[in-house]
């Protein structure tokens, strides 16, 4: 029982969600949320405007965890999530993914899907690694979250470009410490 990268898109789709609906410049109109699905392996023929308003107070709920202070904080908000939101485990082949385990069934609502998907990979990911491969972009002037599922794991930013302006800024705040 395998899926594609973490398991499943969940992780990442997570991460991009709470961004899209909660950073300053995040998008979280319709077209925008679909296409985050979309990105992150989820089937959106059923995509309507009900399931992005749906998915709001959703993204806006799973920031807390990707802001979550103590590994206690985390688990007890996962916990209180994992009991309102029903879990169905129904298998699944497709893609070529092989045979793997999804936590709703094709026929409940995509915003269901959604919500029991990234809330089991994110539980997956903090069994597995505690708050380490979560959190808000180190980037000073950045408020995006970041999930790392990567083999290394050493992610502190949310994109390239915030790593890339840090390290430039750190970089020259040397010099002119040092010359
Ligand atoms: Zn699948
Ligand atoms: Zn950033």
């Known amino acids: 029982m395998r899926v594609t990268g973490y398991k499943s898109h969940g992780v990442g789709a997570a991460a991009a969600l709470v961004n899209a609906v909660t ?3 995040g ?4 077209d925008a949320l679909r296409a985050v699905l979309e990105e992150h392996g989820f089937f959106v023929q059923r995509f ?5 308003a749906a998915l709001r107070p959703w993204a806006r709920t799973l920031r807390s965890f990707f802001e979550a202070e103590s590994l206690d904080a ?4 996962l916990n209180g999530l994992l009991s309102d939101v029903p879990m169905h485990p129904h298998l699944a082949d497709h893609d070529e993914l092989g045979l793997h385990v999804h936590y709703a069934p ?3 609502a995509l915003a269901h899907r959604v919500r029991a ?3 089991m990979n994110l539980a997956e990911l903090l069994c597995d690694h505690g708050l380490d491969r979560i959190g808000v972009c180190a980037a000073a002037d950045c408020d995006r979250v970041y999930a790392d599922d990567s083999r290394g794991g050493r992610r502190r930013f949310c994109s390239d470009a ?5 390290n430039v800024a750190a970089y020259r705040a040397r010099r002119r410490t040092t010359g």
Do not use: K, Y
Not at 48 to 52: D, V
Not at 162 to 166: K, L, P, S, W, Y
């Open 23 to 25: 950073s300053r410049e």
């Open 48 to 52: 309507t405007p009900a399931t992005a």
């Open 27 to 30: 998008d979280d109109g319709d």
């Open 74 to 77: 985390a688990v007890t908000l």
């Open 162 to 166: 915030c790593a890339n302006r840090t």
């Open 117 to 119: 998907t990234t809330l």
């Open 106 to 108: 094709p026929e409940v």
